[in-house]
């Protein structure tokens, strides 16, 4: 932070105190101030959210057609069951997180407009310093916490992967991000060049094919997709046998969990196969003379980069309808008319879209200090992708990759009120996980192994992210079906747990 930066930011007035900060009131800190109302009662809590409502991903992305890409019966909460499509749109989501926040009383602990800089801990007091910025009126806030919550997501909002094409300034029509849709984007009848083959890319074609006189997905390299009806029958059977809602989004989430675990271990067991089996769904809707080879078939096996779920395969319909087409090639430069391509393909356009995808955002960008000296969060262990060696009262939530981020939110959010009963019940003021003399020569590796899982954004951050160990206790093993019964098993009294 520059000297300048320092002397412009305001004074705060006196600072609030609470037991347990959250940060962030996207779907993990809305979960996280549910669990703690309701398992740990009389605990004081704030949630600071940097925007000025609650929602995380789906009130900051305003793409057209922005949707979920997991289920809502698995990434909704397990304690609130979700009625609707199992793929809901951002505004569905909002409404269901709205509903979570009202019936709770959860909306008089969320402090909206508050933006973290620095968040400094102090072992003298045992005790977190928030310095924070309300961006609605200039003023300074500080509070400071028994407890940290971290819970502001994994990337940064508004501010998403660009590459430095050759010649973008060139462009004479609209160049946007995904991640910074302005409002004033009007598309019908324009010519459209969607870069990108992720979620994002997969979600804006179908959206604004029929409306733009045509939609061209520009692609690297393939990527997998899974297609089927945006509904579950069994759900839709319960329903019709008038079955209780609760039981109802128990009973699917269990069915969903155990088609979830049965399809991933086929794709480390039988990779080939399932690769066969999804290119045929696509074969079924594109027709025989379809280049699948090119456009749809990755050279890595499934699972290694995330799949995407496209419901009602909306976006194979809009190329079967000649409203989109996809493009499996290499960006030479840009000029004023499009992009010109390495194979001297020339694709013309008025609007460019980047759904590029983005750059990670390690602990909210916020500044760390323990005791005075600044974090390096890199240098760090994971317990459990949660805690970390050396840092004192603080977790944070990191979904899974392979499943539903907020089946994590839920077992973290369990873990942290069982650690912070067992504080109290111990007396203790203070924790943090260290390695055990048995981890002493335990190595030490990357965030996450890139042959098991390496989508571009962590290739690029991954020296970013704390590291692991080759043990599951050190590491974010991204498998929910073991962890869910491996955190209600945690042993608060183990060796990596030191407590004052």
Same mark, same amino acid.
């Given at each position: 932070?520059?000297?300048?930066?320092?002397?412009?930011? /305001?004074?705060?007035?006196?600072?609030?105190?609470?037991?347990?900060?959250?940060?962030?009131?996207?779907?993990?800190?809305?979960?996280?101030?549910? *669990?703690?109302?309701?398992? !740990?009662? =009389?605990?004081?809590?704030?949630? #600071?959210?940097?925007?000025?409502?609650?929602?995380?991903?789906?009130?900051?992305?305003?793409?057209?057609?922005?949707?979920?890409?997991?289920?809502?019966?698995?990434?909704?909460?397990? &304690?609130?069951?979700?009625?609707?499509t199992p793929i809901a749109t951002a505004d569905e989501i909002r409404k269901y997180m709205g509903e979570v +926040?009202?019936?709770?009383?959860?909306?008089?602990?969320?402090?909206?407009?508050?933006?973290?800089?620095? $968040?400094?801990?102090?072992?003298?007091?045992?005790?977190?310093?928030?310095?924070?910025?309300?961006?609605?009126?200039?003023?300074?806030?500080?509070?400071? $916490?028994?407890?940290?919550?971290? !819970?502001?997501?994994?990337?940064? *909002?508004?501010?998403?992967?660009?590459?430095?094409?050759? =010649?973008?300034?060139?462009?004479?029509?609209? #160049?946007? *991000?995904?991640?910074?849709?302005?409002?004033?984007?009007?598309?019908?009848?324009?010519?459209?060049?969607?870069?990108?083959?992720?979620?994002?890319?997969?979600?804006?074609?179908?959206?604004?094919?029929?409306? $733009?006189?045509?939609?061209?997905?520009?692609?690297?390299?393939?990527?997998?997709?899974?297609? =089927?009806?945006?509904?579950?029958?069994?759900?839709?059977?319960?329903?019709?046998?008038?079955?209780?809602?609760?039981? +109802?989004?128990?009973?699917?989430?269990?069915?969903?969990?155990?088609?979830?675990?049965?399809?991933?271990?086929? !794709?480390?067991?039988?990779?080939?196969?399932?690769?066969?089996?999804?290119?045929?769904?696509?074969?079924?809707?594109?027709?025989?003379?379809?280049?699948?080879?090119?456009?749809?078939?990755?050279?890595?096996?499934?699972?290694?980069?995330?799949?995407?779920?496209?419901?009602?395969?909306?976006?194979?319909?809009?190329?079967?309808?000649?409203?989109?087409?996809?493009?499996?090639?290499?960006?030479?430069?840009?000029?004023?008319?499009?992009?010109?391509?390495k194979s001297g393909q020339h694709l013309e356009a008025d609007i460019i879209v980047a759904a590029t995808g &983005?750059?990670?955002?390690?602990?909210?960008?916020?500044?760390?200090?323990?005791?005075?000296? /600044?974090?390096? &969060?890199?240098?760090?262990?994971?317990?459990?992708?949660?805690?970390?060696?050396?840092?004192?009262?603080?977790?944070?939530?990191?979904?899974?990759?392979?499943?539903?981020?907020?089946?994590?939110?839920?077992?973290?959010?369990?873990?942290?009120?069982?650690?912070?009963?067992?504080?109290?019940?111990?007396?203790?003021?203070?924790?943090?996980?260290?390695?055990?003399?048995?981890?002493?020569?335990?190595?030490?590796? /990357?965030?996450?192994?890139?042959?098991? &899982?390496?989508?571009?954004?962590?290739?690029?951050?991954?020296?970013?992210?704390?590291?692991?160990?080759?043990? /599951?206790?050190?590491?974010?093993?991204?498998?929910?079906?073991?962890?869910?019964?491996?955190?209600?098993?945690?042993?608060?009294?183990?060796?990596?747990?030191?407590?004052?």
């Amino acid at each position: 932070m520059s000297e300048a930066a320092t002397l412009e930011r /305001p004074t705060p007035q006196q600072a609030d105190h609470v037991d347990v900060l959250i940060v962030g009131a996207g779907i993990s800190g809305v979960g996280g101030a549910y *669990h703690l109302k309701t398992q !740990c009662p =009389g605990t004081s809590f704030a949630v #600071l959210e940097a925007a000025e409502t609650f929602g995380g991903t789906w009130w900051t992305h305003k793409y057209p057609g922005i949707r979920s890409d997991s289920d809502l019966h698995t990434f909704g909460y397990r &304690f609130k069951p979700w009625t609707g499509t199992p793929i809901a749109t951002a505004d569905e989501i909002r409404k269901y997180m709205g509903e979570v +926040i009202e019936e709770n009383g959860l909306d008089r602990h969320i402090r909206y407009n508050h933006r973290i800089h620095s $968040a400094c801990w102090s072992s003298a007091d045992n005790l977190w310093t928030i310095e924070a910025t309300r961006g609605d009126t200039g003023e300074a806030v500080r509070i400071t $916490a028994d407890f940290l919550w971290m !819970c502001q997501g994994y990337y940064r *909002h508004n501010d998403g992967y660009m590459p430095d094409w050759a =010649g973008k300034e060139r462009f004479r029509g609209r #160049l946007v *991000h995904s991640e910074n849709w302005p409002e004033d984007l009007d598309y019908a009848g324009k010519r459209v060049v969607v870069i990108g083959s992720g979620a994002s890319a997969a979600t804006i074609v179908p959206a604004m094919a029929g409306k $733009a006189a045509h939609v061209t997905m520009l692609q690297r390299t393939p990527t997998y997709f899974r297609t =089927g009806r945006n509904a579950i029958e069994l759900a839709e059977e319960l329903r019709k046998l008038q079955v209780d809602e609760t039981w +109802i989004h128990e009973i699917v989430r269990r069915k969903i969990l155990l088609e979830q675990t049965v399809f991933t271990e086929r !794709c480390f067991n039988e990779p080939d196969k399932v690769k066969a089996e999804m290119l045929a769904n696509l074969r079924s809707i594109l027709g025989p003379d379809y280049d699948l080879d090119r456009h749809f078939t990755p050279n890595y096996r499934p699972w290694r980069q995330r799949i995407a779920f496209v419901p009602d395969a909306d976006l194979f319909q809009a190329v079967a309808r000649g409203e989109a087409s996809v493009v499996t090639d290499e960006i030479e430069h840009f000029d004023e008319a499009g992009i010109q391509l390495k194979s001297g393909q020339h694709l013309e356009a008025d609007i460019i879209v980047a759904a590029t995808g &983005f750059h990670l955002n390690v602990l909210g960008d916020i500044a760390f200090e323990i005791d005075g000296k /600044p974090l390096a &969060f890199h240098e760090t262990v994971t317990y459990r992708g949660m805690m970390f060696t050396g840092i004192p009262n603080m977790a944070w939530v990191f979904g899974y990759f392979r499943a539903s981020w907020t089946l994590r939110a839920d077992l973290v959010g369990d873990f942290v009120c069982r650690l912070l009963k067992y504080m109290e019940a111990k007396g203790a003021k203070r924790v943090e996980v260290a390695l055990r003399p048995e981890d002493r020569d335990m190595p030490i590796l /990357p965030w996450i192994d890139p042959e098991n &899982f390496n989508p571009g954004y962590l290739m690029r951050g991954m020296h970013l992210l704390p590291k692991r160990g080759d043990k /599951p206790e050190w590491q974010h093993t991204q498998d929910y079906w073991s962890e869910k019964d491996a955190f209600a098993a945690i042993d608060l009294n183990d060796a990596a747990f030191v407590y004052r």
